[in-house]
């Protein structure tokens, strides 16, 4: 019985000293996870939204919808970690009349950044241009309804001479008065570099290649990093 008490008690001693050494191990190992947990927070931060709203230049006619340019500028995102997500909103054939009447429904996501990519089509159809300006106008209206704090970015557009140099005129000068009224900025034309260059642009001679987008998403992308916050 002796025996058996001293065996219990060297046994009660050696669990007092391992249960002493373990504790130290354990707070290792909680302050080595402590980055990974705060790593992990860090990724799960909801993301913020660009909103490309536009005509068949944002939805990448004839294109894959990972070749236009709303996709290059979310591979760009991706790849210097700003916490964005792209979405594209471009619809072939659009006018500002048709972007008007389908804008509440899109801002059932609300953008932080609202990229607004409308008038070609009202150009190329000599649509009357203060109807044009005036849709264009309540899109950024209703936007900011949705979001007093969003960050706008219009794109100009030019057309063809041949509805005449006043027309034409008229038409380009709509989009740095729109910018400018509104306190958006302004890329002065989102083809430059594209249009009129038979290699970037399809059989058609007015929707960018793939490699047109290439060009796009660099033009918009000048424009847009100075709005965009880094994740920290």
């Known amino acids: ?14 669990l007092l000293i391992i249960s002493a050494c373990s504790k ?39 294109l894959d919808m990972d070749e236009a340019f709303p996709a290059l500028i979310q591979n760009r995102l991706d790849s210097l970690e700003f916490n964005y997500q792209v979405i594209n909103a471009g619809l072939s054939g659009e006018t500002t009349a048709g972007g008007m009447s389908r804008i509440e ?34 899109i950024v209206d209703a936007v900011k309804k949705a979001n007093p704090e969003v960050k706008i970015i219009l794109a100009g557009m030019q057309v063809p001479p041949n509805l005449g140099q006043d027309y034409t005129q008229a038409f380009r000068e709509i989009f740095p008065e729109l910018a400018k009224s509104n ?11 594209v249009a009129g260059n038979p290699e970037l642009n399809l059989s058609d001679g007015i929707h960018p290649t793939p490699e047109g987008h290439m060009i796009l998403a660099e033009t918009v992308w000048k424009y847009l990093e100075p709005l965009l916050e880094k994740a920290s």
């Open 24 to 62: 130290p191990v354990d707070q290792k190992e909680t302050s080595s996870q402590t980055p990974q947990i705060q790593e992990k927070a860090q990724e799960e931060k909801p993301k913020k939204t660009i909103l490309f709203f536009g005509n068949s230049i944002t939805a990448g006619y004839q």
């Open 105 to 138: 429904w899109v801002l059932n996501t609300v953008p932080d950044v609202f990229v607004l990519e409308l008038g070609a089509n009202d150009g190329l159809r000599g649509l009357p241009l203060d109807a044009s300006r005036k849709n264009l106008q309540d």
């Open 1 to 14: 019985m002796e025996l058996l008490s001293f065996r219990n008690f060297y046994f009660a001693i050696g």
């Open 183 to 193: 306190s958006a900025t302004l890329i002065p034309f989102i083809l430059e570099g």
